[in-house]
């Protein structure tokens, strides 16, 4: 039995601690949150973990085995590396860290002292991604020409990370998964549209191995919730939306054809297949329960999670590169030398 202690019962944390909760092999042993109301709210749903405001405590508790780092961004390097050096297991929100010298630092405590560090980046585990990582790899869309990504809402604004750091992390870890390329180099262009001093939209571009483009669209200001991937190949194409609840994911058997032509103003002729469309039947598994099991699992074996420390820091490290190309008007920064 893995004893967990959870940090933070805000907005993502009861679904942590639901699932931590209902899986098997897993007791919820300690919440910790400065709120008075969110600790009453978590005695009341789990009245057989004690809860208490600060997390100093529940770090240092010797009957846990792993915590769950669920507070805002600025602490989870501190939070968490207390967890590592307690000689816990540590589970982090994403983003990992504000900066890549802190991650680096995590990734290097967990590996000394052998402990598994998770970065919880949901989508990797859901099962509509693993099918369209299934798709690219077996050659189903053919050679993929681009990969173009649209994450926008009206808000929810985030106090101390700006909209790049709050949706882009989603969309960099499932596009790297997805395709199976690295990036190379980040452009990024973003603004702060109703002047609250944090950047409220951003269109970002990643500049892949192979010469492969992928779009990312942010916004917190736009009046519909968009989730949406197009990734557009050789072969065909396809349709991730997320919020189609009965066709999350289609396929279309369409394409462009060109033919050379040897002379003549039109160099080229295209011509344009239309086929049919098709849409999966995909697991309902829930993505976080998922990833859940996984951390548990890598803890009992002593393994490395698919989002382990280091694809946690290699996401930070695309998340600074995006910030320092905003600030110089969307040149290109080159993140060759990240995390792999």
Known sequence: MIRLGLI???????????????????????????????????RRLYPHARVVAGAAGLIRARDIDAVAVASPVSVHYSFARAVLMSGKHAWIEKPMTTGLAQAR?????????????????????????NRMRGLVAQGELGKVYYYDAVRINLGLFQHDVNVIWDLAPHDFSIMEHVLGVRVRGV????????????????????????????????????????????????????????????????IYDKGV?????????HRFHASYRIG?????????????????????????KGTRPLTDGRAGARMVGLLEAADRSARRGGAVEDVAGLPG
């Not at 967990?110 to 970065?119: G, I, S, Y």
């Not at 919880?120 to 099962?127: A, P, Q, R």
């Not at 009046?223 to 991730?240: A, D, E, F, N």
């Open 8 to 42: 933070g019962f805000g907005h993502w944390g009861p679904n942590l601690a639901r699932n931590f909760n209902t899986v098997d092999g897993c007791r919820l042993t300690a919440i910790a949150d400065l709120s008075p109301k969110r600790r009453a709210l978590a």
């Open 105 to 129: 630092d995590l990734v290097k405590i967990a590996e000394t002292r052998k402990r598994v560090l998770f970065v919880d980046h949901t989508m990797v585990y859901s099962s509509v991604v």
């Open 276 to 300: 049919g469309m098709h849409a999966p039947v995909l697991e309902s598994a829930e993505p976080l329960a998922t990833a859940v099991s996984c951390f548990l699992e890598c803890i009992r």
């Open 257 to 265: 054809m060109v033919k050379a032509r040897e002379e003549g103003l």
């Open 187 to 250: 452009s990024a262009l973003s603004r702060d549209c109703v002047g609250s001093g944090v950047e409220d939209m951003a269109y970002l571009t990643l500049h892949c191995e192979g010469g492969l483009l992928a779009h990312f669209h942010l916004n917190w200001l736009s009046p519909v919730k968009i989730r949406r991937v197009i990734i557009g190949g050789s072969r065909k194409m396809l349709l991730w939306d997320e919020q189609n609840p009965d066709e999350k994911l289609r």
